[in-house]
């Protein structure tokens, strides 16, 4: 981050050429040291952007006038400001008049014309630019002339009020045409909250210095650290015709007015990321001010003021897309006015709910933050890099009138509707569901079902708002969205199981919705009676088997353990894996679905499932650890304690798909253990006659066995090198059992083995080794 020291530079140097004693050849001497400094390459500019090397990424967009700008303007340095103060002077009659006399009015008979000089009340007005009137009082305090400090700052702050009025006026000509155009342009391209000469804070410091008590044990707490608030009285302005007025009031109002402004969002990150800065000590300084009667009157005058300020206010009707938002400062603005005119309190804040920089764009998806956005949308403003801490701070305003809100319908209904139109973030709009979920369930009293409703509807908002588009948190909010709606009822489940396909993946309804739903937890947690049970079981069922259509690969098994317990729906959801075997699925879901069949006690279908994955699978000659092996072994023994029967029919679909000779020489050895259809159904005449593999089905898997060894011995000696012959010798002893269990079998083996001393005769080492094993 840029040092923020180098602005205070600037404010420093302006301070310090203001000096009213200074004299000119000082001040030229200064000017002279300034422009030095400002004409070296590596003097800190003002925004804090380094011209060339960091990236405008403004300038690449040609739609923007800003690049314009950006390219015209001259280089601003930190000095810039003030080498132009340099031509400041205090000669002014009017200005002296001003900061030397507490009762310097303009004469009765001429408060009737227009004058440039004093308002209506006759009271001194100080037109300069706000800023640089701001640091004239700055100026004035830091050379030690506090008591002329204020009185500018005073006059400063009749010239805001009487502007504030003049722009009322103003916008009450044009309102009607500004609200049909629903635009406007601002007049404050440069604001005063995050100004590199801070007006607003120098003026509120001004203020409250004269209004602070002294504490005196000051002293003695200097260790501890801790920062102690200050204690505000009420002090008279000095002069003012009917003393109604207060420093402390005043310092309250022109803060206001700052932060109310509508103003441009400035250029480069390090005059954004001030701008919020700046924001964030004012809003510090006021939330340490005790509000009494007065200060609420203040509060409240200067709230409606800004409601009613048109194009001229931050929390008027009609705002340029590109100003700054008002969020962190409504937040304020609602707390303190809400328990003295809660109705004003909500109008604001919820009239500062805007974004509208995101709203020009289709809200496709989530563009939850900046780094989702620019790539996509051009429009996504790049060049707002504080984006992201503006949704987080429109997301607390939000979760601050949600809390207000609790037990309100109504009231809770106008947020709800603030928030779904303005928040752009899934994420932060699965926070506030979050928020206002813990909020509405406290740990040691009965929920808050309003907040509860709402909480469930900004959860449902979050599912449509991710489902087609990734979100990395989506399982975590599925999950949380079925534990709120088990809060706020059995009709909120039966809602979100009716209308899944608008809310969750098939997958997601099936896995996580369903499954928690049926669960032994949320039916005691609902303490159902039997229909109800009844009633939630049917919609999860019906839930299953149209998530089991809609993608059979990911859901089938999720709906058959769903369907268990309804026969009917249970033979639907069988009937839907059948028909999808052929095309829809791999050989691993069928096999997991054939064994969960069998562990069901469905022995036949598993059965069945399992010679649809066979057809599926091709092992190859030396994938002898790949992770399908088990289930092949696992299906020959099913079928081989069904029968003789389900055993032939098994077998020519191993020897198609499976071309590894050990795991074909493990399944033959198996089923010449023991006779099939011993472990089979009760009932069954088995033959208990061992089978020969001499004859179908076991003659075919011997062959192919056989066949399968030759072919591997073939591949391993293409490519075999020294160190593995002793392996390739013990892999031979094992093909040896195999041509055994055949009625020729040692003759096979014998012409065999010749054949390989005659093509690998080169490879003496290895064929001297297989004569002395194989003779």
């Known amino acids: 981050m840029w040092p923020h020291h180098f602005n205070q530079h600037s404010a420093l140097w302006v301070c310090i050429v203001l000096n009213p004693h200074c004299k000119s050849e000082e001040k030229s001497g200064w000017l002279k040291q300034l422009k030095k400094w400002g004409d070296m390459d590596i003097c800190p500019l003002e925004d804090g952007n380094y011209g060339s090397e960091l990236p405008n990424i403004t300038n690449a967009l040609p739609q923007s006038n ?203 990150l390090y005059a954004q990321d001030k701008v919020c800065r700046n924001e964030e000590q004012i809003v510090a300084k006021l939330q340490e001010m005790e509000l009494d009667d007065l200060l609420v009157q203040t509060l409240r005058k200067q709230a409606i003021l800004l409601l009613e300020g048109g194009p001229f ?44 920089v995101l709203e020009s764009m289709a809200p496709s998806g989530d563009l939850g933050h900046p780094h989702h956005g620019i790539s996509i949308v051009p429009s996504r403003y790049p060049r707002w890099f504080t984006l992201g801490h503006l949704e987080s701070q429109q997301c607390e305003l939000a979760s601050t009138m949600l809390t207000a809100a609790k037990g309100d319908m109504l009231r809770l209904r106008t947020v709800l509707e603030a928030i779904q139109k303005n928040i752009h973030s899934s994420s932060l709009i699965f926070k506030l569901a979050q928020d206002a979920f813990k909020i509405a369930t406290p740990a040691d009293n009965p929920p808050d079902i309003t907040l509860l409703n709402v909480a469930l509807e900004l959860g449902l908002q979050v599912m449509r708002m991710t489902l087609s588009t990734l979100n990395w948190r989506r399982r975590e909010m599925v999950r949380w969205l079925v534990t709120c709606a088990t809060e706020v009822g059995l009709r909120a489940l039966v809602s979100i199981l009716q209308s899944w396909y608008t809310l969750f993946t098939p997958t997601e309804a099936t896995s996580i919705v369903a499954a928690t739903v049926m669960s032994h937890n949320t039916i005691l947690r609902l303490s159902l009676d039997y229909p ?108 081989h304690s069904l029968g003789k029967n389900e055993l032939a029919a098994i077998i020519p679909l191993v020897v198609k798909s499976v071309h590894c000779a050990t795991v074909l020489s493990d ?107 194989f003779g």
């Open 667 to 773: 399944i033959l050895r198996r089923c010449t253990m023991t006779a099939p259809g011993l472990a089979g159904i009760p009932g069954r005449r088995n033959s208990g006659k061992l089978m020969s593999t001499d004859k179908a089905p076991l003659r075919q898997l011997l062959d192919a066995t056989i066949s399968a060894y030759i072919n591997t011995t073939h591949s391993r000696l293409t490519h075999i090198s020294p160190r593995h012959y002793g392996e390739f010798i013990e892999f031979l002893s094992k093909a040896r059992e195999t041509f055994l269990l055949a009625q020729d079998g040692h003759i096979q083996f014998a012409q065999f083995i010749d054949n390989l001393k005659q093509i690998y005769k080169g490879k003496k080492k290895l064929m001297m080794l297989v004569r002395e094993r």
């Open 532 to 639: 109800q049970r009844e009633e939630l079981a049917s919609c999860a069922r019906t839930l299953a088997l149209q998530c089991s259509m809609k993608d059979p690969q990911n859901c089938a098994l999720s709906a058959l353990t769903l369907c268990e317990k309804d026969h009917i729906a249970f033979e639907t959801a069988y009937q839907i894996v059948i028909d999808a075997a052929s095309t829809g699925m791999t050989y691993s879901q069928l096999f997991t679905i054939a064994r969960y069949m069998e562990h069901r006690g469905y022995p036949l279908r598993a059965f069945k499932l399992a010679s649809l994955a066979m057809t599926h699978l091709n092992l190859a000659y030396n994938q002898d650890t790949h992770p399908a092996i088990n289930d092949v072994l696992w299906a020959c023994a099913l079928s």
């Open 66 to 268: 800003f690049a314009q700008d950006s390219l015209a303007r001259p280089r601003r340095t930190v000095f810039t400001r003030a080498m132009e103060a340099c031509d400041l002077h205090w000669q002014d009659s009017h200005l002296q008049r001003i900061i030397s006399c507490d009762y310097y009015m303009s004469p009765a008979y001429q408060r009737e014309g227009e004058s440039l000089l004093f308002n209506p009340q006759g009271l001194p007005l100080w037109l300069d630019h706000v800023p640089t009137a701001c640091a004239r009082v700055d100026a004035l305090r830091s050379h030690g002339y506090p008591r002329e400090a204020l009185r500018l700052g005073v006059a400063i702050i009749n010239t805001l009020r009487l502007q504030q009025h003049r722009q009322l006026d103003i916008y009450k000509h044009q309102k009607k045409e500004l609200l049909q155009r629903g635009t406007t342009s601002t007049t404050n391209l440069e604001g005063w909250v995050g100004h590199p000469l801070d007006p607003i804070g120098c003026l509120f410091t001004t203020l409250t210095e004269t209004c602070r008590v002294e504490d005196d044990n000051a002293m003695d707490t200097g260790d501890s650290g801790e920062h102690k608030p200050p204690v505000y009285h009420h002090v008279p302005v000095w002069g003012c015709p009917d003393g109604g007025e207060s420093y402390l009031a005043l310092a309250l109002e022109v803060a206001l007015m700052g932060m109310g402004q509508q103003r441009v969002m400035p250029e480069g």
């Open 313 to 356: 206010s931050g929390l008027g009707d009609v705002i340029h897309r590109e100003s700054v938002p008002m969020h962190t400062f409504a937040k304020y603005l609602f707390s303190a006015l809400l328990p003295h005119d809660a109705d004003l309190a909500y109008k604001l804040a919820l009239k500062a709910m805007r974004l509208p």
